[in-house]
């Protein structure tokens, strides 16, 4: 699929690593909607954007709230072809440390957001994307999930991320075999250290210590890589049913 004919639906669309998709479809010639609950960033960036671009404030989690996103984008675009969930929360905390046990609402909360969110925005825009005409090569769609290294290697205090990561990767297989019959394509994408929000509050010096934890490049990774390998992703009809890390050879120590 060319990213000109992209019409691609980017959950956690307003900053980090879906701000950069965002703008990566924009500047190739796509259309991006930007589904976010940041609702004063995602309208800044929509509106710098200009007529690329539609911005509607959501919670991958609910399913009327996506609903209503993904209309408003078929309405905007007349159809999508595209996902890139990005959308996701983060807690560290061990299951018992000195403040006591973990509480089981947060756990919960970062399956609901990461693992669960990710699910509901994948099985309604797989149902809108079935009813578009597949593309000289059959296609229909694709989809592209986010997990993390954090899947495979989650340090102490991760319980909660890694369980919600793995649970993407997971996915990708069987959801990859079942949308093969609609001609819709679903990849996972599992980052390494990447210069997100998520770090933006750190000293520069714990920055560049984290960034020389990476073999090659020695140094964080920046979201427009990530947008680079979406890109890919989309353009390459043979890249199906894939977790792919982009991470620079980290393997995650245990803490």
Avoid: W
């Amino acid at each position: 699929m060319n990213i000109k004919d992209t019409v691609a639906v980017v959950t956690g669309g307003a900053s980090g690593l879906g701000e950069a998709v965002v703008r990566y479809v924009a500047e190739n010639g796509g259309k991006a909607v930007i589904l976010d609950l940041a609702e004063e960033r995602g309208t800044e960036l929509a509106e710098e954007l200009g007529s690329t671009a539609l911005f509607v404030k959501t919670n991958v989690a609910e399913e009327s709230s996506v609903q209503d996103a993904l209309n408003k984008a078929v309405e905007q675009f007349g159809n999508i072809n595209t996902v890139v969930n990005c959308a996701g929360i983060g807690v560290a905390k061990k299951v018992l440390s000195k403040k006591g046990v973990h509480e089981l609402q947060s756990f919960s909360k970062v399956i609901e957001v990461n693992l669960i969110g990710t699910f509901n925005v994948v099985r309604l825009a797989a149902e809108k994307m079935t009813g578009n005409e597949p593309n000289e090569s059959g296609e229909r769609g694709v989809i592209i999930n986010t997990a993390s290294v954090a899947a495979f290697e989650g340090q102490i205090g991760q319980a909660a991320y890694s369980a919600s990561k793995g649970g993407v990767a997971a996915m990708t297989m069987p959801l990859s075999r079942e949308l093969a019959a609609f001609g819709i394509r679903v990849m996972t994408i599992a980052p390494g250290l990447f210069d997100t929000p998520m770090f933006s509050s750190l000293p520069e010096e714990a920055r560049t210590a984290l960034g020389k934890m990476t073999p090659f490049p020695s140094r964080l990774g920046k979201p427009a890589e990530y947008a680079q390998l979406a890109g890919s992703i989309i353009e390459n009809p043979m890249l199906n049913g894939e977790v792919i890390r982009l991470d620079g050879a980290i393997r995650m120590q245990p803490k």
